[in-house]
């Protein structure tokens, strides 16, 4: 009879276990994130002045920043591993749940890009691809970070054409998708000082504003490129956010903490600097700016009109609640809002209690 209960004892606590290792690992998931769902278009917000059916096929788009996949350099093994997970889990089931027709993930993909050679580079593009694998329905696009290439001062042709190379993505770039038109700029180049990255990227800059014009019919003799049959105010993706003193008028649930929330930002290091920012508001007018860096959230209306979002880093291991954007498009009007993920510390706190119990 005591062997029988003793053996009881041990399958009860098995079953516990699994069952806390299931609803962590994997069921919290599907829990927290079918909570959130594709925001509404509001109607009294549609511009009129852009020429739009009632019957148009909105874009559905996910923006998220910040991966740090970690090289073989920093981190222990099992954070690595236990990173990637979450990750891979919260990735997968917002494809599951939400099914976007586009995906943005806005620089510091890698964690050690700017430091490994080519075989080390080429494991972390394969870990890249593994986790962040997509249906063949839905398009993934990326733009560079400083821990993917470098900071101004450390990148190099060689670390740029790389990154380019292996993930298709460009320092500038333009994507139309139902005639809503998606900028997406390598922020590293925007330094101003001509540098062998930064002349060609403002040059780019540039000719997409002219074409952005064109579209607009601000110049009439004028060949519209392709995909800019119709005009409609861009969305600007890039890793730095826009000039900005500090996080201290952010006010967002995934905002910095209030220690660091009062620190100054140096340009061209925790933002764009004034004038780069001035420029790219001149150039794009852009009615949305989605951006990240930070590994905090922020929102904030740039010139009365453009929205920008900073969203916090997709890694918990750089942020207690972790966030990405769901945003939907049509030509003439849009909407956005936040999607959370299970918050780390409430994890930590079901494991603590299952192993209290």
């Keep these: 009879m005591i062997l029988r209960k003793r053996y009881y004892d041990i399958y009860l606590i098995i079953c516990t276990l699994v069952f806390v290792l299931f609803f962590c690992e994997y069921f919290i998931y599907y829990l927290v994130l079918v909570q959130c769902a594709w925001p509404s278009l509001d109607p009294h917000k549609t511009i009129s002045t852009i020429s739009s059916s009632n019957n148009e096929n909105p874009v559905r788009a996910m923006f998220i920043a910040d991966i740090h996949l970690l090289g073989p350099r920093q981190g222990h093994w099992f954070d690595k591993l236990r990173r990637e997970w979450q ?50 329905n839905i398009h993934l696009f990326t733009v560079a970070g400083n821990h993917d290439i470098g900071f101004h001062y450390a990148v190099t042709p060689y670390l740029n054409q790389r990154f380019v ?140 009109d453009t929205l920008e979002f900073t969203i916090p880093s997709f890694n918990w291991r750089n942020i207690n609640n972790p966030s990405f954007l769901l945003g939907v498009f049509t030509p003439s009007n849009f909407s956005v809002s936040k999607c959370y993920m299970p918050v780390e510390s409430t994890v930590i706190l079901i494991y603590s209690i299952s192993d209290n119990d």
């Excluded at 510091?108 to 972390?124: A, H, S």
């Excluded at 600007?236 to 995934?254: A, I, K």
């Design 87 to 136: 990750m891979y889990r919260a990735f997968q089931t917002a494809i599951i749940l939400h099914a976007p027709d586009v995906i943005f993930i806005l620089g510091d993909v890698f964690d050690e890009g700017k430091w490994t050679n080519d075989k080390e580079f080429n494991n972390d593009i394969s870990r890249f691809r593994s986790l962040f694998s997509v249906p063949n």
């Design 165 to 304: 190379n292996k993930m298709k993505a460009p320092s500038v770039r333009r994507i139309s998708i139902r005639n809503n038109h998606f900028v997406l700029i390598n922020s590293v180049a925007l330094e101003g000082d001509s540098c062998f990255l930064c002349k060609p990227t403002e040059m780019a800059i540039n000719k997409i504003g002219e074409h952005l014009k064109c579209a607009k019919e601000v110049h009439k003799n004028c060949t519209k490129p392709n995909g800019l049959a119709t005009y409609s105010r861009p969305i600007l993706l890039q890793h730095y956010p826009m000039y900005r003193v500090s996080d201290e008028m952010c006010n967002e649930p995934d905002q910095a903490p209030h220690k660091i929330k009062n620190i100054h930002f140096r340009e061209r290091w925790e933002c764009l600097s004034k004038e780069a920012s001035e420029q790219l508001l001149d150039i794009v007018n852009p009615r949305l700016i989605v951006d990240g860096h930070t590994h905090y959230g922020c929102r904030r209306i740039l010139r009365d």
